[in-house]
């Protein structure tokens, strides 16, 4: 594997919730993010869910709270948790999930893999 710059890879789209994969580390992908809006409430049944904020500031509804991230913050959903990303403005992410883990938690309705 290369060197990733992030910021450059972060450059080369401008679609919202379509995570794109950087690298691959034991089974899973290194991906970033941009997000604005709200996504939709869903739940990863076999994994947690990563976010590491690397700009702006993220929500994400829980349905029994709030957490609030901003730059250089993460925060591990655990599995099975029902939770909602919501940004105000636009954020970049970096994820880390499994290979194969559909974002919205159903295979139906997740974006395609995309590797930059």
Do not use: C
């Amino acid at each position: 594997m290369d060197v990733v710059n992030l910021e450059a890879k972060l450059a080369t789209f401008a679609e919202h919730f379509q995570p794109r994969t950087v690298g691959e580390f034991n089974g899973h992908d290194l991906m970033v993010a941009k997000l604005q809006g709200p996504f939709r409430w869903h739940a990863h049944d076999d994994t947690d869910d990563f976010f590491l904020v690397l700009k702006g500031r993220l929500t994400i509804e829980l349905r029994d709270r709030t957490v609030s991230l901003g730059p250089g913050e993460l925060f591990v959903v655990p599995r099975g948790v029902e939770h909602r990303p919501v940004a105000e403005e636009e954020v970049h992410l970096l994820l880390i999930e499994r290979t194969g883990t559909p974002n919205t938690g159903d295979p139906a309705t997740a974006a395609p893999r995309r590797v930059i």
